[in-house]
């Protein structure tokens, strides 16, 4: 009997055949988290949303694998798959408040299992395709090819830079939000079903900008009390507000409450080519409710503009996949950056705020968990600085929340606030040795590093070669989607 074409494929290709028993086994556990996510509400045994995560998370893993077995350079590849391990890990996250004798058990031993297959499938990727966890310096790493404050990178395109470039009064948007009825809707959400219902991508894909034109929803100026979600199968939205303090979206759902930190945000976007520009997004549970999330992103290529971000612990989720923030304000208290995408965040301002309680903000904490993924944080150019009610809480600029944590600061303005240490741990001496930190170029009176902590992961003087690594051009490639947005960016250093 002939082998199918995919078939035949596995078979002389162990990194092809890895993913496809990778996508089988994401299909099979999908399919459990889904009957449990149907029942939780009659059975009542499971927490606000801990098992729909999962079925969420599962679904878009099964299109990421794949994306990534028919991916055109090893770089998409390598993120794709990196975003579909990091989904098992948030699922496990989110089922840990989930009791044994929940019925759940089999879908976190499932989940374990596929963090492993998709981990094997990433260390073949990188043995036999060229798939890197780290990417190579530029040639020239102090220039941009293009000059070094250029339109968005040239993975956004035309369209969306002149849609970036305009105020919201001078286009012609899909759909009108307004709280007084003005527009084509009241809410945000209806907005959002309204305008992607006849455009959603194919099930079973992921692949950023595949089938679905730029859809532009207006959200007039107003305070919006809603959660707004936006799936993986809607793709290429943009959200623009009339500016930041103006069009305001705000939640209030927290740990605290019940829910899980994935489940938490206020506004969600998980649809690759999400944009959002001038708008404020809120999560206001308080600084005493936990983990409360004001916005996630895990959609490929994404962009934040002109938007301010608010709320105490766990403020941004950048969750997975490529984006890019800048111009925006982040404000928070602990962990308030997070997640295990590759992000770059630039000329941003970042607002330590004071905690309840407690002496200490840790701006940072970056989630990847195998050396082989290609993700972490990158600030560059930057002001981090105190909110006006930090008092003498003392700032860390990240501690490691898992095994491979990888942050870097570069050419940032740090202030006063920022602990002579630097960096703070997690757990005793947990990750101590496996996490990358890195600063170059930093100024201020928070950027000394004399007293830095002599961790062996700790780079306190990159070289420009090796910071180089981090930056738009290199980190998440921006160069290729970022280029005619009509966003300010920095390419290189």
């Known amino acids: 009997m002939a082998l199918s074409s995919s078939a035949s494929r596995a078979a002389k290709d162990p990194f092809a055949a890895s993913v496809q028993f990778a996508m089988a086994r994401a299909a099979s556990a999908r399919v459990l988290a889904r009957n449990l996510s149907s029942s939780r509400r009659s059975r009542a045994v499971l927490p606000p949303s801990g ?3 999962c079925a969420e998370l599962l679904d878009i893993s099964h299109g990421l694998l794949g ?30 408040a989930v009791p044994a004798s929940s019925g759940c058990e089999g879908v976190r031993q499932r989940v374990g299992a596929l963090a492993e297959f998709i981990g094997t499938a990433l260390a073949l990727h990188a043995s036999l395709k060229g798939g890197s966890a780290t990417p190579p310096p530029s040639a020239t790493p102090t220039q941009s090819s293009t000059p070094s404050n250029r339109a968005f990178p040239s993975w956004v395109s ?15 948007p899909d759909a009108v939000v307004a709280l007084d009825g003005s527009g084509t809707h009241r809410s945000i959400g209806e907005a959002i079903a309204a305008v992607t219902a006849a455009a959603m991508a194919p099930v079973g894909s992921s692949k950023a900008g595949a089938g679905a034109a730029r859809k532009v929803i207006y959200v007039k100026t107003g305070r919006y009390e809603e959660t707004v979600r936006i799936s993986r199968r809607q793709r290429n939205v943009m959200l623009m507000g009339d500016g930041k303090g ?11 409450d019940g829910y899980t930190t994935y489940a938490s945000a206020t506004v969600a ?19 005493d ?21 608010e709320a105490y612990q766990d403020t941004l989720h950048t969750h997975s996949n490529r984006q890019f923030y800048t111009e925006d304000n982040i404000s928070g208290t602990v962990d308030f950056i997070f997640g295990n995408s590759a992000v770059v965040i630039q000329n941003c301002d970042i607002r330590p705020r004071k905690r309840r309680s407690g002496q200490k903000d840790m701006i940072t904490a970056q989630g990847r968990t195998d050396r082989n993924q290609n993700t972490g944080i ?17 700032v860390y600029l990240g501690r490691p929340w898992k095994k491979y944590s990888r942050t870097i600061v570069m ?9 002579a240490a630097g960096w703070l741990e997690w757990s005793g001496q947990f990750a101590l040795n496996t996490l990358y930190y890195g600063e170059y170029g930093n100024t201020g009176p928070g950027a000394g590093t004399s007293g830095r902590v002599k961790w062996a992961g700790v780079h306190t003087s990159l070289s420009t070669m090796d910071a180089t690594r981090f930056t738009v051009r290199n980190f998440i490639l921006g160069d290729s989607w970022l280029g005619d947005t009509g966003v300010s960016y920095t390419s290189g250093l």
């Open 51 to 53: 098992m729909d995560d």
């Open 289 to 309: 409710k936990s983990q409360a999330v004001a916005l996630r992103v895990g959609g490929d290529l994404s962009v934040v503009y002109q938007c301010d971000i």
């Open 246 to 256: 103006k069009t305001v979206i705000v939640g209030h759902r927290s740990a605290a």
């Open 411 to 419: 050419e940032s303005s740090l202030d006063r606030s920022i602990a």
């Open 378 to 394: 990158s600030i560059h150019k930057c002001r981090i600085a105190a909110a006006s009610d930090l008092g003498d809480t003392k």
């Open 158 to 172: 035309d369209h969306d830079r002149k849609l970036l470039e305009s105020a919201a009064g001078g286009m012609t």
């Open 269 to 287: 976007a998980m649809g690759s080519g999400f944009i959002a520009k001038g708008l404020t997004i809120i999560n206001e549970a308080g600084p």
């Open 67 to 96: 994306d990534a077995l028919g991916a055109g350079s090893a770089h998409d590849a390598t993120t794709w798959l990196s975003a579909a391990l990091t989904n098992q890990d948030t699922c496990a996250d989110s089922l840990d």
